[in-house]
């Protein structure tokens, strides 16, 4: 790799680590109900919120009503959307003068689904088959509310660690709201302008006309593009306004906005590791969570840029040259955009597997099979190298609650986590939910890739086609929304397969970990004694990131060998997919 | 009709992840 892409892989690290501790804190002020910076101007807005919706602030939630109140909340915005998406032809701003017809009962079932549960997945051009109306109102709103609901749950589940002798886990309106206009609004009202700033279109124009030097005819689609390009990476949303993602110039015009665009994803997800250590009481135990994030986020940037970098032998062998020069960036430069190169691409696509986001700047299906495994490595462990909003910290508290019990296991003493006990239904409550997205993951891709009409959308054969299916299915799961492109995904079999599996991955890994909390919330404190594991050290933090990779290689090396590993034994042999 | 089929579908799924709810905290009152 070139020195320039190590200094912006270091760059970007450092910025993450510099602001981890200050969103953090602010989000712990936040969801305690204590006073903030911004409190003067919002606290009048948040108490209207809740006079004009009917909530009482200081109600407190069970862990069944909370999850009740989240499906309430997500079975609406899901019915809003589809009946939005379905209408579009008879809604205002649509000067591109879609009728409607674009999104079939299907395409609009899993778009509304996808956007609804945080994953973005879009199996349509965006510029040709959605209104203006549609995108800001349908689709925008719900990555806002999806992202504020993530944000909510994990609180909830942060509360379930931190309090002791109750039955509540606080209340999921007041959360969400308090997520919307304290954290999501400041953030990206500054964001979309600064996006703005850097060139990213915000207007109600009809598509551009124009004509090249060549003579022919251009069309340049425009929009309300700014105002939903920072909340698709802030709240990892992913879903582009253009079918290019953040590929599009529009959407990540220059090397400022494509930084911007990247702390934004990681964030809130990697502040939410300091909001966990304040709320438990010790901030070490957020730094340790951190840790073991950082540690897998690295260990996969290093080896997706290093085989990247190294591109593809049998393109060597002809001749061509492969590494870098002064004129070209060497590599696999194949689904690249030029003026990101090869760090820019492995970067963004690390970050956006890694987090929920799901947004691209290169197309993962051109990345050797080695640096695809690290993509699909990191949907399988269920994104939680920061994650995305919310569900990266939950991920990993699952994950924690795992690896206390095995090391309780090793050492013969009843597992605790920050002052809690770990007893037999907590560790069945993770252990199901990791269950439930393992299970969703290889038994859909084992029906479609023995269904006709399924296989016959990829685009590629033997192992490069089932890495297609495999990785559809791992981004709906894992709610990430990114794509192997050369998968055609708008089919009403893989319209209604992955828009459930959409669902199955939110909601139904959500709630044995919010009973999870809720069972924990339940408990006395436990005092720290000689025979307490240190769970805010380095070696906890080790531990943790080696389970997540263990349980991982456990449930998927079979599907790894049969995708990513088989084309890359093959493509030392010299033969391609 | 399909429109219907579609918002059934995922009422039935919200209903699905209700029951589940109920049998987490089942499973929570018998231990």
């Known amino acids: 790799m070139t020195a320039s892409g190590v200094l912006q892989l270091l760059l970007f690290f450092g910025l993450v680590v510099l602001l981890t501790r200050p969103m953090g804190s602010y989000m712990a002020r936040v969801f305690q109900g204590e006073r903030t910076p911004l409190s003067p101007a919002l606290r009048p807005v948040e108490r209207l919120t809740y006079r004009l919706l009917g909530i009482r602030e200081t109600d407190e939630m069970h862990w069944t009503t909370y999850a009740f109140a989240l499906f309430a909340f997500s079975v609406i915005g899901a019915i809003f959307s589809y009946a939005l998406l379905r209408l579009q032809g008879h809604l205002p701003f649509n000067p591109q003068q879609v009728s409607g017809r674009e999104m079939p009962p299907d395409l609009a079932f899993d778009t509304a689904l996808s956007f609804t549960t945080n994953t973005n997945w879009q199996n349509y051009a965006p510029e040709t088959t959605v209104s203006y109306f549609s995108n800001m109102v349908a689709l925008a709103t719900q990555n806002w509310m999806s992202a504020a609901a993530g944000i909510a749950i994990a609180i909830a589940i942060v509360r379930g660690f931190a309090r002791h002798s109750t039955r509540t886990l606080g209340n999921f309106w007041v959360d969400v709201t308090r997520a919307t206009l304290y954290v999501l609004l400041p953030l990206c009202l500054v964001g979309s302008l600064a996006l703005a700033w850097q060139g990213v279109p915000q207007n109600f124009a009809s598509h551009t006309r124009a004509t090249t030097l060549e003579g022919s005819t251009q069309t340049i689609a425009q929009g309300p593009v700014a105002s939903q390009e920072f909340i698709k990476e802030l709240g990892t949303n992913g879903g582009g306004f253009f079918n290019a993602n953040s590929a599009h110039p529009y959407e990540n015009p220059t090397p400022l906005a494509n930084l911007l665009e990247l702390l934004a994803i990681f964030l809130i997800p990697a502040g939410l590791t300091y909001t966990f250590g304040r709320m438990v009481g010790n901030p070490r135990q957020g730094w340790a969570i951190f840790a073991a994030m950082s540690v897998l986020f690295l260990a996969g940037l290093g080896l997706c840029s290093w085989a990247e970098a190294r591109g593809n032998p049998n393109v060597a062998a002809l001749g061509v040259t492969v590494h870098a020069t002064p004129d070209q960036p060497g590599g ?50 269920d994104e939680v190298a920061f994650g995305g909003v919310g569900a990266g910290l939950y991920g990993m508290l699952m994950y924690a609650v795992i690896a206390v019990f095995l090391a309780g296991l090793m050492v013969g003493r009843t597992p605790e986590y920050v002052g809690k006990r770990i007893e037999k239904y907590e560790v069945r409550m993770a252990i199901l939910a990791l269950l439930i997205l393992f299970a969703g993951n290889v038994l859909w891709t084992g029906l479609a890739t023995n269904v006709a009409g399924a296989v016959s959308r990829t685009a590629n054969g033997g192992p490069h086609g089932f890495s297609e299916i495999l990785y559809a299915y791992c981004s709906a799961t894992a709610n990430n929304g990114s794509a192997f492109a050369g998968l055609g995904g708008n089919t009403p079999f893989f319209n209604l397969t992955l828009g459930l599996e959409m669902l199955v991955g939110r909601f139904l890994m959500i709630v044995p970990l919010l009973a999870m909390a809720g069972s924990l919330a339940r408990k006395a404190h436990v005092p720290v004694t000689a025979g307490t ?3 805010d050290s380095g070696t906890f933090a080790l531990l943790l990131a080696a389970v997540v990779l263990l349980v991982g290689a456990l449930e998927y090396f079979p599907a790894l060998a049969l995708g990513p590993i088989a084309e890359q034994l093959q493509m030392t042999a010299g033969r391609l997919f | 009709m399909l429109d219907v089929i579609c918002i059934v579908l995922i009422i039935f799924f919200f209903a699905a992840a209700a029951i589940f709810v109920r049998g987490c905290a089942r499973l929570e009152r018998e231990e």
Do not use: Q, Y
Not at chain 1, 355 to 370: I, K, Q, R, Y
């Open chain 1, 332 to 381: 696999n430069m194949e689904g690249k955009e030029t003026r990101l190169g090869i760090a820019g691409s492995a970067l963004w696509a690390t970050v956006t597997t890694d987090a929920s986001c799901g947004a691209v700047n290169a197309m993962h299906d051109s990345f050797t099979p080695l640096g695809g495994l690290v993509l699909l490595a990191n949907l399988m462990c």
């Open chain 1, 533 to 535: 594991l240190a769970t």
